[in-house]
Every structure is written in structure tokens, then in C-alpha cells.
């Protein structure tokens, strides 16, 4: 078992390289509890032009991390937007400066609950506070400031990197011209909680896991954690997609085993996912964010509900959602776009046709790209004009 010392080091080594920066201002959370001196991990792709009007800011999502496109130095794997972000792609680095942060809480660099508790000199675990999204996103608007942007272009996000969107333009209403909420929701439905429920239980069931304090033994809930990632999965797909693609195809067999192990394809290809993920994911960091997505309810922030959350916001607004996806309907999306076209915002609504699931903003979706980019691209020529430049 390494000492605790040994412990801080090789998590310090690992992310060394890492884009970060210090927020030495302290941040009141939404549970109560402040944080200070704290770090926020990011990557940018492209350059901030002279105008410093060409800024993209991207949220990401409940898995992802800032490193959105090129190749991720951690894990030595593709960006998790490569389909969308990079040269020449809808989100044109060659022509537009991206910024992705890590949300606190997360794994990647930003503080989260493997940090090192400046009070206990070991990691917070279960000490770490409870965070909430607009946590996340009061967080990174500290970033654009130290980045020297005071207005983005857009800011997007799928996922939970929508639900951040949301936050982001209901709390700093002037500090983006335009937003594309991707295939998310302004309030976490009730089968929703359920799922995120069942994954933590998963998680806190490993014996290994030890109420948070598995660091200390050098050890990760491996199995938990993996059943938590399968449960995620199954929801980012859809039934039609799946049949599509598995069926009932066995895996490298002629008939069953007769075993509990892998007979199908697609239970080969649950467990390849959910092992595959423990080798870059925190287990405590699981918990955190998705009791922070549970906790997310726009709605309830503003006396007037959704509506209010909106008012007087001059963001232009393009809402995407995919016909396949259950997990974030596209009714949900819909009750984004009556809201804020209730709230007098300027909004526009595409429903992309696709059996892709909810994962479909993560695959080369060609109609999705499409409309991606040409709502960029039309959104900066504007930009400039508002700006006279």
C-alpha cells in the first residue's frame, strides 16, 4: 500500500501536463460550502482571433472531459467530439478558438472528490462537497475571464453539456451571443434520477469501494463502477439501433454455453464498455456528478419557472434534438423552445431524424453536423456585424 505522500504524487504526475489554472477566489457552492485555491483543468483548439469574437466554449458531458477533439494525452484515445470538432469540421478550429473545461468534480484535472483535502492531507472522497451544475458553470465563466474572453460566439453542449448550457445563459444572460443545447433537458425526469440512482448503488455495492476511501488501500471498485458504465450505455442507445446492430448474434459461438458467460454480442459488448471505462473514470467522481444532474431543475431557480429563467435574454438559440433518443425526449427539448419562446428569446428548433439514440451527437451524423455548422457559421457572420467589425 503506497504512503499518502506516494499517493498525492502519482496523481500529481499523471495529470502534471495537464492545462490548468488556480481559482484563488472563493466559490460559494450551492450546498453551503465554499471552495477556494482550487484548480480548473482545460484544453482551447484553434487561437482566440484579434477581435477575440471567435471563441466557442463547449460543455461536456457526464463522461467526458476537455479533451474534446485531437488526442486525449491520459488515455492516448481519440477526443470524445471528433466528430465535430477540428480542422475543417462544423466546429472549425481553423477558424473558431474552442475552450473546454473539466467540471469540478470530475477526474481529469479540475478538483474533484480524489483531490487532496488540504485538511486531512489525504484525498476528500466522501469529504468533497455535494456540487450542482450551476457550481460547474460559475466555475468555468472564471476560466473565460483568465482566458481574456468577454463574450463567446456560442456555447454548446449535449447531454449534461446541455444542462450546463442552460445554466450558463440563465446566469450569465450577456456573456454568449449564441447556444446550441443538444439532446438535454432543464430538469432531471423522474426515470432519469432512477437510472443515476442504480448506477451509484452499483458503484457503493463493491466491496472494494469502502465508503469512499479506496485510495487509501490504491485500489478502484472495478466491478461497480463497470455495472454503473453498462447501465449508462444501454440509455445513450436505442432499442432500434441495438436490434439493429446486435439482434441476438452470439459472440464468436455456434450455440449457447450454457454459462453466465458472454453468449451474446451485445452483453460482450456491455462489459468491453464498462471495463474499458474504469481505466479512465473515478468511481467517487460518478456520484458527484450525477447527483449534481438529479439535482438540476432549472425551473425551480426562478420564481416565474422556466419562463423567467429566459427573460430578457438576447442569446440566439438553436435547440437540437434526435427522434431515437429516450433518455432526453424530444419533448423534453420542445419545453426548452416553448420557454424560451415564451421568454421573448430568439430560438430556432431541429429534430434530427436518426435510430442512433441518444449518442447520436457523439457519431458522424451527417444531418446533425450539417446543422451544426451552419448555425456556427452564420451565427459568427452576425457576431461580427453586431460588433461592427
Known amino acids: 500500500m503506497p504512503s499518502l505522500a506516494g499517493l498525492f504524487f502519482w496523481i500529481m504526475d499523471k495529470f502534471k501536463d495537464i492545462k490548468k489554472i488556480t481559482i484563488s477566489k472563493p466559490l460559494k457552492l450551492d450546498c453551503g460550502k465554499t471552495i477556494s485555491n482550487f484548480p480548473?483543468?482545460?484544453e482551447t483548439y484553434g487561437k482566440l482571433n484579434h477581435e477575440k469574437n471567435n471563441a466557442i466554449l463547449v460543455f461536456h458531458a457526464l463522461t467526458g472531459d476537455q479533451f474534446v477533439t485531437e488526442t486525449n494525452p491520459i488515455t492516448n484515445k481519440e477526443g470524445w467530439w471528433i466528430t465535430a470538432v477540428g480542422p475543417g469540421k462544423s466546429i472549425d478550429t481553423n477558424k473558431y478558438?474552442?475552450?473546454?473545461?473539466?467540471?469540478?468534480?470530475?477526474?481529469m484535472g479540475s478538483l474533484g472528490p480524489r483531490n487532496i483535502n488540504p485538511e486531512t492531507n489525504q484525498p476528500y472522497g466522501l469529504d468533497f462537497p455535494v456540487i450542482t451544475i450551476k457550481d460547474m458553470v460559475r466555475a468555468q465563466e472564471t476560466l473565460l475571464n483568465h482566458l481574456g474572453v468577454k463574450k463567446l460566439l456560442c456555447a454548446t453542449?449535449?447531454?449534461?453539456?446541455g444542462m450546463q448550457l442552460l445554466q450558463f445563459c440563465a446566469t450569465f444572460p450577456d456573456k454568449t451571443f449564441s447556444a446550441i443545447p443538444i439532446a438535454c433537458s432543464s430538469s432531471h425526469s423522474a426515470q432519469n434520477i432512477a437510472l443515476n440512482e442504480l448506477a451509484r448503488q452499483a458503484i457503493m455495492a463493491d466491496p472494494v469501494w469502502d465508503n469512499g476511501k479506496y485510495f487509501l488501500k490504491n485500489v478502484q471498485p472495478k466491478n461497480g463502477l463497470a455495472v454503473a458504465?453498462?447501465?449508462?450505455?444501454?440509455?445513450?442507445?436505442?432499442?432500434?439501433?441495438m436490434q439493429e446492430k446486435f439482434g441476438r448474434k452470439l459472440q464468436e459461438k455456434a450455440d449457447y454455453e450454457f454459462s453466465f458467460n458472454a453468449d451474446f454480442q451485445v452483453e460482450s459488448y456491455l462489459r468491453h464498455q464498462g471495463y474499458a471505462f474504469v481505466e479512465r473514470f473515478d468511481a467517487n467522481s460518478i456520484l458527484y456528478i450525477t447527483r449534481a444532474m438529479d439535482y438540476f431543475d432549472l425551473s425551480k431557480q426562478?420564481?416565474?419557472?422556466?419562463?423567467?429563467?429566459?427573460r430578457n435574454q438576447k442569446t440566439?438559440?438553436?435547440?437540437?434534438?434526435?427522434t431515437s433518443d429516450w433518455l432526453y425526449t424530444t419533448k423534453e427539448n420542445k419545453d426548452i423552445v416553448i420557454a424560451l419562446n415564451s421568454s421573448g428569446a430568439d430560438v430556432s428548433f431541429s429534430e434530427i431524424k436518426t435510430d442512433k439514440g441518444h449518442d447520436s451527437f457523439l457519431l458522424n451524423e451527417n444531418e446533425f453536423l450539417k446543422t451544426l455548422k451552419g448555425f456556427i457559421d452564420s451565427m459568427y457572420e452576425k457576431f461580427k456585424n453586431e460588433k461592427g467589425i
Open 40 to 42: 480548473i483543468a482545460y
Open 302 to 310: 426562478f420564481r416565474g419557472g422556466l419562463v423567467e429563467a429566459f
Open 157 to 161: 453542449g449535449g447531454s449534461m453539456g
Open 316 to 322: 440566439k438559440f438553436l435547440v437540437i434534438s434526435f
Open 97 to 107: 478558438f474552442v475552450v473546454c473545461a473539466n467540471v469540478i468534480g470530475g477526474c
Open 229 to 241: 458504465r453498462m447501465v449508462g450505455h444501454i440509455s445513450y442507445l436505442s432499442e432500434k439501433g
